[in-house]
């Protein structure tokens, strides 16, 4: 499509030699001699260029009507009087460019191509960002259960305040994508979304990683630097994993959701910051307040919104859905050529117990998509985990020992660490969470142990 600019200039002769230029060029032109009437013309145009001297009217003025009408069309800015403080005035009150009196058609033509090619780019970021938000619509988080409707009644509900939500449920049942719906759907979808593995921070790390240090601050700080909370600033925290969190890091974690403030390490210049924080546990922190291992203020500090996302296994109505959906959304991805899933392969889908809930799902969809040769995936492409089975205690007095016979309760303990290690592929925080530990006490027994913790 042809562009359409808008040339305001009350010289005629001058106006009518830019139209010529345009219009041979290939734009269409719509012209105006005075502000008023530009102003009529201003939505449709997708380039504005205005003399800054005007019959009745300061082209500044001017300019902060036009944002006012229209702020996404660019300015070009024409003047006789030309300094730097001009242009500098004609810039800060959103200005795109200027061009100083006389100027030669050639560099008109420049500028103007300029102009056109940054709104393009800027409507192509927003496109992007309007696509970016659309992935975590509610209709890509998949749910007809009650439970899960109630779910995007409450995000719809919270998301437009700054409240703080506690997202709690099992692993893989989509804590992140729900806590990344809540960003987006707030006043600070446009803001940085932070998010953070507490888990995945070593404790010696967590509080420079969290609240930024000073140089000098430890040994191998040559520059400051900005934690993760600063990143964050006018934008949203995600604290995954919160239960992870170690007692002297709740502290200041505390702090910042009561007062909104904090210090890097190294420093004793107080720092403030507008953030929503999110946090997400697979933990239960009722027990954890229970066991002394959790901060109770910190809790329900958090605990502002509390969202309990369900697992797969108490709302298999959804499974079919989510199977249907991943088909459609993986298929491509895979290069095979199944569109369907049949009945059959949808019965072993329902009766599995998906101890990995949603992100398992996926994975045996993607698994079986793969493998299969047909258009439909059937029962026999659904390849499934079978349930782990314990190790049976192996004691030649039935039930008559505690422990299986010849090993102390120790080594026993020792035993069971190390099966859990096995299972989580040596995740050290899920094989907590497998024997009902904290992240800390495991660590903790495998010190003991004389393993590296």
């Not at 946090?279 to 109770?296: C, I, M, Y």
Request: proline share 4%.
């Amino acid at each position: 499509m042809k562009k359409r600019i808008l040339v305001v200039e009350d010289e005629e002769k001058l106006r009518r030699v830019i139209e010529l230029q345009l219009t041979s060029a290939g734009f269409d032109v719509d012209k105006a001699a005075a502000a008023e009437d530009g102003l009529r013309l201003v939505d449709r145009a997708d380039l504005v260029l205005t003399d800054l001297k005007l019959p009745n009217m300061d082209g500044l003025q001017f300019l902060a009507l036009i944002r006012r009408q229209n702020s996404q069309v660019p300015v070009i800015m024409m003047t006789a009087f030309g300094s730097v403080e001009t242009a500098v005035g004609a810039m800060k009150a959103g200005a795109t460019d200027f061009l100083l009196k006389p100027f030669s058609l050639d560099h008109l033509m420049q500028v103007v191509h300029k102009a056109l090619e940054i709104r393009a780019l800027r409507d192509e970021n927003r496109q992007l960002k309007a696509e970016l938000g659309r992935r975590y619509e509610f209709d890509n988080i998949i749910g007809r259960s009650p439970a899960m409707q109630e779910i995007f009644a409450t995000i719809e509900r919270v998301a437009p305040t700054r409240a703080t939500v506690l997202l709690a449920g099992e692993s893989g049942t989509g804590k992140d994508l729900i806590a990344r719906a809540i960003h987006f759907h707030s006043p600070r979808k446009d803001r940085p979304l932070v998010k953070i593995n507490c888990a995945a921070i070593p404790e010696n790390l967590m509080e420079s990683e969290l609240f930024g240090y000073e140089k000098g601050a430890f040994t191998g700080a040559q520059t400051s630097k900005p934690g993760k909370f600063e990143q964050a600033d006018t934008g949203t925290v995600f604290l995954d994993e919160i239960g992870d969190v170690p007692a002297p890091i709740q502290i200041k974690l505390l702090r910042i959701l009561q007062e909104r403030e904090f210090e890097r390490l190294g420093s004793n210049q107080t720092r403030h910051i507008d953030v929503r924080v999110i946090a997400a546990t697979n933990q239960d922190l009722r027990a954890a307040l229970e066991q002394g291992t959790f901060r109770e203020d910190l809790y329900y500090r958090l605990n502002v919104v509390p969202l309990n996302i369900p697992a797969l296994r108490e709302r298999k109505q959804d499974i079919a859905f989510l199977a249907n959906h991943f088909v459609k959304k993986l298929a491509p991805d895979t290069g095979c050529q199944v569109e369907s899933i049949t009945d059959a392969a949808m019965q072993k889908l329902m009766a599995y117990h998906w101890p990995g809930n949603v992100r398992e799902l996926e994975n045996v969809i993607e698994r079986s998509l793969v493998m299969a040769t047909g258009t439909q995936l059937d029962a026999g492409d659904i390849r499934l985990e079978p349930p782990p089975s314990p190790r049976r205690a192996q004691s030649g007095g039935g039930d008559s020992h505690f422990v299986p016979e010849g090993m102390s309760l120790d080594q026993y303990e020792q035993e069971i660490i190390k099966e859990a290690l096995r299972r989580a592929d040596g995740n050290k925080s899920q094989a907590a969470r497998l024997l009902g530990l904290t992240r800390n006490a495991l660590r903790y027994r495998l010190t003991q142990m004389g393993m590296e913790a």
